[in-house]
């Protein structure tokens, strides 16, 4: 997926909303028990995904477009907010408003994922579109039209239309991107279900489903409606039709493909059922055909016949998303009614999952879902070892999971390969839903020997004619690129380090031949030339037969040197100061006999680095880091090993399994890999390259 700048209009100086959260009385005793919520009148209701929105007056006096999050069980208000100021200003702009009981009521339609769509009418008396996704924020650069309303909305996907132009706007709001879907069209009939706008076709009863990603007409569904459908609302399975405010109407199921027979009227169409506002009896009726076959109409809330013919959205509405219904009743309160429907099982309605990759520096990944109804999810982030690196969790219909490369903990992840899951469970009712992907994780802590900024390790070589080539690995096993600069005098060594700063960038060590220790800044990803930009860390190097890198010994998270002092075999610790320092060296062992003393990172899982030793009985030897600056007393790895290698180097993770593996040369030139297996051992070794000869240095 692209990634798209998404627009918003900040509007400065709204009132403050005033109260917060708002708990009312305790869980509803019965599916049909009302849960007040009070207030000095509303002009306008609509609600979806639990997100119950109203115009009312808040503490300060004004008018606000306000929106609860339900319990799914209807019992409690969760939070509330805003969703725009519906009073008028100074300029005579005001929200688009339809007569009602109440004197003016403003259209309001929620889209089941937090955001609302109203009409605003400026001082030319001309509306535009807005869907608000937050109290200061809104999608705009919708066309100026009169006479507009909104059809139908899902998630991202809303439908509305315009008398002034005959015409019907499709399209979208995403949580981080600007969508593509947008679509005029002639106006009629129309409801949309996540991406697929439902619309009449061509003759009696037949209706399409028209994928707006996708751009293509996916279904095609004869419903039995002896007309061109009027109005259409879709939910999930359920595809509701009618020939008019008094024709006939019925509900298609899409699963079952039968017709199911309801009654005619203005309706608002729930999961699995239709409720409807009889005005003579004073009743909200509702109509129960999640089995297939329409039951008899029952009351659920007392609802005088007021003076306005159709009060959906304006006394009264339904989530379709959940099953519970919404109205205001004679002393302007808020009453939530449980349908006592069963729905459908928990479904994913549509969702937008960002690319594969993210970066910690400059990015994040961002993915949103709708569901069908409410649900508790937990999102979970993954490294290559099956460690749980990032957790989110949440409620709702609408799930927006980001990432951006941190950790639980709070610091960042380290670059490499990651595995997404997302599991919810429904809140009431039956359903699970699960999915999951990859990530390719950059920009954060680096892996052993990560040079370029990919969680796997770079070997560096040095030729004869003085290029230090940084070998790249795809996480195959092999080295598959390079990138070389050349003018490194002969006897360069060269330490494959980590940050030694804050950019996250790993640095790279080298020792001249006079025996000064260069820091060279890191560049991720990008060979070094001498004059490359550098700072000295002292002379005086060349007293030391062994410069390696473990990884991290003091337990600070960051990348430390090991030296050999060759006259006396003693190993100093440089610990890295992390402002582009070594701190002074501290002698931690004396290890003269050793022909090999390598920096292999973490090879036991335990977050530390570990050193490997080679001794000239061929036995090699494991030293693990203990955190402190320290290493544990040694333990056998291998035996009869290692005496037909020239060059040894702990490379980290080439296959891309999280784990770091060892990389050993013959006098043949013949290239080995050994795969560490994670518990500080290595796998068999296979053969990775020939005619390495030619490389003086191998680091």
């Known amino acids: 997926m692209t990634r798209r700048a998404r627009i918003a209009l900040t509007l400065i100086g709204l009132a403050a909303l005033g109260a917060g959260s708002l708990t009312t009385a305790g869980p509803a005793a019965a599916d049909t028990t009302p849960t007040p919520i009070t207030t000095d009148g509303v002009w306008g209701i609509d609600y979806a995904g639990g997100f119950l929105t109203t115009v009312e007056h808040r503490p300060d006096g004004d008018q606000y477009v306000v929106g609860r999050q339900i319990s799914p069980d209807g019992s409690t208000v969760l939070d509330q907010t805003t969703r725009g100021f ?21 259209p309001l339609r929620s889209t089941g994922n937090g955001n609302v769509g109203y009409f605003q009418v400026d001082e030319y008396d001309k509306e535009r579109a807005q869907v608000w996704d937050s109290p200061t924020s809104y999608h705009w650069g919708e066309p100026a039209v009169t006479g507009g309303r909104f059809v139908d909305a899902t998630g991202r996907f809303y439908v509305y239309q315009a008398a002034s132009t005959g015409k019907q706007y499709v399209d979208a709001l995403s949580p981080y991107y600007v969508e593509d879907v947008r679509l005029v069209r002639t106006a009629t009939a129309a409801s949309v279900w996540g991406a697929a706008l439902w619309t009449p076709g061509s003759g009696n009863g037949t209706v399409t489903a028209y994928d707006l990603e996708a751009k293509k007409t996916v279904q095609t569904v004869s419903t039995g409606a002896p007309c061109t459908v ?42 699995g059922y239709l409720v409807q506002h009889d005005r003579t009896g004073g009743r909200l009726m509702l109509t129960d055909y999640h089995s297939g076959t329409a039951g008899a109409a029952r009351g659920i809330a007392d609802l005088p016949a007021g003076n306005t013919a159709d009060q959906r959205r304006q006394t009264w509405t339904v989530d379709k998303f959940g099953g519970d219904i919404a109205y205001v009743d004679q002393d302007h309160t808020i009453r939530i009614v449980r349908s006592g429907v069963p729905g459908q099982s928990l479904a994913k309605v549509e969702s937008e999952v960002d690319d594969t990759t993210v970066s910690a520096k ?67 009712g039956a359903g699970t839903y699960s999915t999951s992907g990859k990530l390719g994780l950059t920009g954060g802590l680096q892996g052993h020997h990560d040079q370029g900024g990919y969680g796997y390790g770079e070997l560096v070589t040095l030729n004869s004619a003085g290029a230090l ?46 025996g000064e220790l260069r820091r060279y800044a890191g560049k991720c990803g990008v060979s070094y030339k001498p004059a490359s930009s550098h700072t000295s860390l ?22 430390d040197l090991l030296a050999r002092k060759a006259s006396t075999g003693d190993v100093y610790l440089f610990a890295n100061d992390g402002a582009g320092k070594l701190k002074a060296g501290v002698k931690i062992r004396s290890w003269s006999t050793y022909k090999k003393i390598v920096g292999a990172g973490d090879l036991d899982g335990d977050g530390f680095g570990d050193v490997l030793a080679l001794d000239r009985a061929g036995t090699l030897w494991r030293y693990d880091g203990t955190g402190s600056g320290q290493v544990k007393e ?18 980290g993770d080439i296959t891309g399994d999280g784990r770091n593996d060892l990389v050993a040369r013959d006098t043949a030139g013949n290239l080995y890999r050994q795969t560490g297996t994670g518990k500080g051992s290595f796998a068999a070794r296979q053969k990775i390259a020939t005619g390495w000869n030619g490389y003086k240095g191998i680091f």
């Open 86 to 106: 519906a009073g008028t200003f100074a300029d005579g702009t005001h929200l688009q408003r339809k007569p009602c009981d109440a004197g003016g009521c403003v």
């Open 230 to 271: 009027k109005e259409l609302q879709v939910v999930g399975r359920w595809v509701y039709w009618n020939c008019g405010p008094t024709g006939v109407a019925g509900v298609y199921d899409r699963t079952a493909k039968k017709n199911i027979t309801v009654p005619s009227g203005p309706a608002l169409v729930g999961d």
């Open 362 to 428: 400059n990015d994040a990944w961002h993915s949103s879902w709708q569901l069908n109804k409410p649900a508790s999810w937990t999102f979970t982030v993954k490294d290559s070892a099956g460690r749980t690196v990032r957790t989110h969790t949440g409620v709702g219909t609408a799930i927006d999971a980001s990432w951006e490369g941190d950790t639980d903990a709070g610091g960042y992840a380290y670059n490499g390969r990651y595995t997404w899951t997302l599991t919810a469970r429904a809140a009431e």
């Open 469 to 514: 080539t940084l070998q790249y690995t795809e996480g195959k096993g092999t080295f598959d690129s390079k990138q070389s600069a050349s003018g490194w005098p002969a006897g360069t060594v060269a330490v494959p380090f980590g940050d030694m700063g804050s950019d996250r960038c790993a640095e790279m060590l080298t020792r001249m031949p006079n």
């Open 538 to 559: 002292g002379t005086g190097w060349n007293a030391y037969n062994v410069l390696t890198a473990p990884g991290d010994l003091t337990g600070d998270g960051r990348t």
């Open 634 to 651: 040694r333990v056998k790895v291998f035996s009869g090993w290692g005496a037909g290698y020239n060059a040894v180097v702990g490379v």
